[in-house]
């Protein structure tokens, strides 16, 4: 009984990340569209701000009981991915291939233990640097396997994947510390903040904004900010980290589907192979890295 129980709650868990996978591609084809009527940085300030608001009170309590010190630490990490979704959503609106721009960004998931390694003094094992090979030749293969026609969205793509790096390992370090929920809406206000501060140094509204716009708006904001995050939290709560990080590969495949979909993207046999590389690495570097965490379980 008990046995079967554990299974439905870890089942329960990934059900409840395909979903928040699933979200997060949704996402990019919600902001895409939303970014067609209004300016992309307002986007995301009105985006973040209004997400946090409706998580506030769900935290609440925990909110008025945080120190001044891990108040801070929310807020900067906030703004670490403020910087991340700022050069987002650049290039989300400069590009016509989301497919490529979402394996371009799933490459932070290789980028964060080797950020970690100075950070916090933990060296990468072995199955890194297997798998970091794999994805450097999947990167060549995206910039166009020997023609190397690097476009302006690939390099603000790849840069927005370093900082979401540095931002994931901070978020390691302060979730330690920090309750989920409260960090969660504080990294949204203050991400939120730093959009609108600069929407407003760098941008101009247009005269009518299409009622349209409004909807993709809205949905960007509820299942693929609000919704999205609340499965994620729930579902990492109930499985392992790393059983949670192969789940949430599948983003850009969803990403990519979705693309091709809504607006045709074609992808050439050199992005193809690019996009599949960069799988395989992801899924090489996890697959091992869950292996050795048993092995040095079974050790203890």
Not at 14 to 32: D, P, R, Y
Not at 133 to 153: C, N, R
Not at 192 to 221: F, H, K, N
């Amino acid at each position: 009984m008990i046995k079967n129980s554990g299974l439905k709650s870890g089942s329960k868990a990934e059900l409840l990340l395909v979903f928040a996978t699933m979200m997060a591609g949704c996402g990019w084809i919600f902001s895409k569209q939303s970014i067609e009527g209004i300016p992309p940085f307002a986007f995301i300030g009105i985006r973040f701000v209004t997400a946090s608001l409706i998580l506030m009170p769900l935290c609440l309590s925990a909110l008025t009981q945080l120190a001044m010190r891990d108040v801070m630490k929310a807020a900067f990490a906030g703004l670490l991915q403020g910087v991340v979704l700022l050069l987002w959503i650049y290039s989300v609106s400069v590009t016509d291939a989301l497919g490529e721009g979402a394996f371009i960004m799933s490459l932070s998931m290789l980028f964060a233990p080797l950020m970690a390694w100075p950070l916090m003094k933990q060296k990468p094992g072995k199955c890194f640097w297997q798998a970091l090979p794999v994805a450097v030749l999947g990167l060549y293969m995206l910039s166009g396997g020997g023609e190397w026609h690097t476009s302006a969205s690939q390099i603000t793509f790849l840069i927005a994947a370093l900082t979401l790096a540095l931002q994931f390992n901070l978020n390691g370090l302060y979730v330690k510390s920090i309750p989920v929920l409260p960090l969660t809406c504080l990294q949204f206000l203050s991400t939120g903040l730093l959009a609108v501060l600069v929407s407003l140094l760098a941008e101009s509204w247009p005269q009518s904004v299409d009622t349209s716009v409004w909807y993709w708006v809205c949905a960007s904001i509820l299942p693929a900010t609000c919704l999205r995050f609340l499965a994620q939290i729930a579902g990492q709560k109930h499985t392992s980290a790393s059983n949670a990080a192969i789940i949430m590969i599948l983003e850009p495949l969803w990403t990519v589907m979705l693309s091709m979909t809504v607006y045709g993207e074609q992808m050439s046999f050199h992005k193809v192979t690019g996009c599949l590389l960069i799988l395989t690495s992801l899924v090489v570097y996890k697959l091992r890295d869950r292996k050795r965490q048993r092995s040095g379980r079974l050790a203890g």
